[in-house]
């Protein structure tokens, strides 16, 4: 796979861990170069963009540890109790993390899965998946030409212009009536009982299901995620706005409202609040993967 290449050409150059390597790619768009580039340019400014400090700040001796907040636009640094085995952390931002690989908290899956499932969802394989699943090559120019109504006459697109059925890709000019005409193919058929397409129709039903199955669970997380990232926006306008005036109409100091946002903040992105359900999804995905 090339993204694994990427990760392991990363992380033999830079000298870093291969959950390191992920997530620089990732940042970079999953250019090889522009991590490069970045990082001999300035590893400091890098660093910081990511969450990674330059090496673990020792702030005391019971393995106190630092690190930048990986949130946009965040410059506090969180510290960590080494040797325990929780490993999520929460910045003065609001902002959870995974201490170990700075991905968004993510107990109680662990980080390998997490980075599989982020890996997952920038592939290219399901882009693969949906062409074979819902495609077919012109037998001329062999471009994906997808087939959503009409009849089986097809013609490719300038400059090939070939026409040919969709059923058994033979040029349309050796179709007609006699074939089947316009919504049939007789040609096919034959062709089918024989077994002709197994091969080529069971490539398709596999890249189908395993699109299907996984739609299935990426639109529950994606919906989760985004309803996770409405709840924080609407924390940060209550902090920010909302906060004041019932402080001001309730004649009570803010810090007496805090268990407002403490509330907010259980329900949007705690277990086993939305971002547990949120993380459910892909356990399933990868679960339901293992056992099949």
Known sequence: MRQEDDINTVAAVLSVSKVI???????????????HDA???????????????????????NARESKWCPAPGC???????????????????????????????????????VVKWIMKNSAESENMNWILANSKPCPKCKRP?????????????????????????GAWSDHGERTGGFYACNRYEAAKQEGVYDDTERRREMAKNSLER?????????????????????LDQMQTVHIETLSDIQCQP????????????????SPPGGQFLMLLFFINYFLKLVIS
């Open 21 to 35: 390597a992920s997530i620089l790619l990732r940042h970079h768009n999953w250019s090889v170069n522009k991590v």
């Open 39 to 61: 990082w001999f340019a300035d590893e400091e400014q890098v660093r910081k963009a990511v969450g990674l400090l330059d090496e673990p700040v020792v702030q005391h001796p």
């Open 75 to 113: 410059d506090y640094a969180v510290t960590f109790d080494a040797g325990g085995a929780n490993y999520d952390v929460s910045c003065l931002c609001s902002h959870g993390f995974c201490w170990n690989c700075t991905e968004e908290a993510h107990r109680p899956v662990d980080c390998g899965t």
């Open 145 to 169: 030409i997808e087939k959503n109504q009409g009849c089986m006459h097809i013609t490719c697109t300038p400059p090939c212009k070939f026409d040919f059925c969709w059923l058994c890709l």
């Open 214 to 234: 996984y739609t299935h669970y990426y639109e529950r997380w994606a919906s989760n995620q985004s309803s996770r990232q409405k709840a924080l926006a609407d």
């Open 254 to 269: 803010e810090s007496q409202l805090k268990f407002i946002t403490e509330a907010w903040l259980q329900t949007s992105s």
